[in-house]
Nanobody, 116 residues
């Protein structure tokens, strides 16, 4: 079955960096567009970044993270990444990996906390 496992979250100070990973299994990873979402306490889950299938040349970001976050994929490792630079307290959230295969699938998330 489809499985997504996020990792790499943690507590960092403003201005620092983190790289999130999402290891996928149970489907042909390279075939599908992949997405990162986040949900802050008391807020709706929001789409952070997307990457197209296969070579991943097309990427899209929410305005709040443009220029700071980079989404990438390694199809040989069935892994999705989110490089997050210059983190801000507003980036504090649970981060989720997502794929849509007839319906959306989600991992359990990884917590990112940005605080001094």
């Amino acid at each position: 079955q489809v499985r997504l496992v996020e990792s790499g979250g943690g507590l960092v100070q403003p201005g620092e960096s983190l790289t999130l990973s999402c290891t996928a299994s149970g489907f042909s990873f390279s075939w599908y567009n992949m997405h990162w979402y986040r949900q802050a306490p008391g807020k709706e889950r929001e789409l952070v970044a997307s990457i197209e299938n296969y070579d991943g040349n097309y990427k899209n970001y929410t305005n709040a993270v443009k220029g700071r976050f980079t989404i990438s994929r390694d199809n040989a490792k069935n892994t999705l990444y989110l490089q997050m630079n210059t983190l801000e307290p507003e980036d504090t959230a649970m981060y989720y990996c997502n794929v849509v295969i007839l319906r959306p699938y989600w991992g359990r998330g990884t917590q990112v906390t940005v605080s001094s």
